[in-house]
T-cell receptor, first 117, second 108 residues
Framework: DAGITQSPRHKVTETGTPVTLRCHQT?????MYWYRQDPGHGLRLIHY???????DKGEVSDGYSVSRSKTEDFLLTLESATSSQTSVYFC????????????????FGPGTRLTVL | QKEVEQNSGPLSVPEGAIASLNCTYS??????FFWYRQYSGKSPELIMF????GDKEDGRFTAQLNKASQYVSLLIRDSQPSDSATYLC????????FGAGTRLTVKP
């Protein structure tokens, strides 16, 4: 998994509780991403980071926040989990964002399966 | 209309046959195109990328891109049971957009 770990790998929580997922990379890549994967929807971008303390929203950012205090760590927080946030969450990394002629090859972590009851 | 569309399948082919996976996209400004393979319960794994019109071959895999038709495909020659997985098409302009994937089954 290209030097990417995610923790926890599985989590069951209750509606209304806060949840934080962690992504850790050893590749020193500038860009880090959080996706969720749901049946029929494929992978959808939640938030991404282009450097320490630099983050931006993705396609489905409502209800999620992120932080990146070190190059290697990217945290995803669900402030108050809802059942609609039950999903598999993947972290990904890349060296570039793919603008111009630069390719955006993204490499994925092993995923976190989150269940919100 | 979804930004990246794939036939969800399942696509079933016999061992040794050619599997053809197709993907269309809506953003004409898209610049790079990727195919990922995802085994059940696992994370997506990059298998090929292409950014110029035409064909790109890597072993048993060939990616084909036609920007005028907004179409990208993946051919898998001599399909093996180990190729059975879901294949995700991804298209990049400023952000990466993924299709929902096509499930491929290769029968021995």
């Amino acid at each position: 998994d290209a030097g990417i770990t995610q923790s926890p790998r599985h989590k069951v929580t209750e509606t209304g509780t806060p949840v934080t997922l962690r992504c850790h990379q050893t590749e020193n890549h500038r860009y880090m991403y959080w996706y969720r994967q749901d049946p029929g929807h494929g992978l959808r971008l939640i938030h991404y980071s282009y450097g320490v303390k630099d983050t931006d929203k993705g396609e489905v950012s409502d209800g999620y926040s992120v932080s990146r205090s070190k190059t290697e760590d990217f945290l995803l927080t669900l402030e108050s989990a809802t059942s609609s946030q039950t999903s598999v969450y993947f972290c990904a990394i890349s060296e570039s964002k793919g603008t111009g002629t630069a390719l955006n090859e993204q490499f994925f972590g092993p995923g976190t399966r989150l269940t919100v009851l | 209309q979804k930004e990246v569309e794939q036939n969800s399948g399942p696509l079933s082919v016999p061992e040794g046959a050619i599997a053809s996976l197709n993907c269309t996209y809506s953003d004409r400004g898209s610049q790079s195109f990727f195919w990922y393979r995802q085994y059940s319960g696992k994370s997506p794994e990059l298998i090929m990328f292409i950014y110029s019109n035409g064909d790109k071959e890597d072993g048993r895999f060939t990616a084909q891109l036609n920007k005028a038709s907004q179409y990208v495909s993946l051919l898998i020659r001599d399909s093996q049971p180990s190729d059975s997985a879901t294949y995700l098409c991804a298209v990049n302009r400023s952000d990466m957009r993924f299709g929902a994937g096509t499930r491929l089954t290769v029968k021995p």
